[in-house]
Nanobody, 122 residues
Framework: QVQLVESGGGLVQAGGSLRLSCVAS????????MGWFRQAPGKEREFVAR????????YYADSVKGRFIISRDNARNTVYLQMNSLKPEDTAVYYC???????????????WGQGTQVTVSS
C-alpha cells in the first residue's frame, strides 16, 4: 500500500514557475515508477510525465516537453514536477500516481494522491 500526498500548487502568472512535490508513505517507494497527471475543469484527466523507479527513464507529454521536469529522490520518498514557462492552459488539478506496471496511461497506475490545484493567470 502506498499513500501519496501532493503539495506546491498555487496561483502563478503566465511565464512563471512552480515546483510540485509528492511524498509517498509506505514501503518500497524505490520500486515504483511515478507519474504526474492533470485534470482541467470539464476535461478528462491527462498524462503529464513519468519517471522510472530508478529515475533514469523519463517520459513527457508533448504539451509539456521542454518546460516541465520530473525527478525523484528515493531517499526522501518524494517525486517532483518542476514546471517552467507556465501557460494558462496548464491550469488544472495535478495528481501524482504510482505503479509497478509498464505504460503511462492512467489505467496502469495503482495509487493516487488527492491532487493539488495549479492556476496560471494570463
Amino acid at each position: 500500500q502506498v499513500q501519496l500526498v501532493e503539495s506546491g500548487g498555487g496561483l502563478v502568472q503566465a511565464g512563471g514557475s512552480l515546483r510540485l512535490s509528492c511524498v509517498a508513505s509506505g514501503r518500497s517507494f524505490w520500486s515504483y515508477a511515478m507519474g504526474w497527471f492533470r485534470q482541467a475543469p470539464g476535461k478528462e484527466r491527462e498524462f503529464v510525465a513519468r519517471i522510472s523507479s530508478g529515475g533514469s527513464s523519463l517520459y513527457y507529454a508533448d504539451s509539456v516537453k521542454g518546460r516541465f521536469i520530473i525527478s525523484r529522490d528515493n531517499a526522501r520518498n518524494t517525486v517532483y514536477l518542476q514546471m517552467n514557462s507556465l501557460k494558462p492552459e496548464d491550469t488544472a488539478v495535478y495528481y501524482c500516481a504510482a505503479t509497478r506496471a509498464v505504460g503511462y496511461t492512467d489505467s496502469v497506475f495503482d495509487y493516487w494522491g488527492q491532487g493539488t490545484q495549479v492556476t496560471v493567470s494570463s
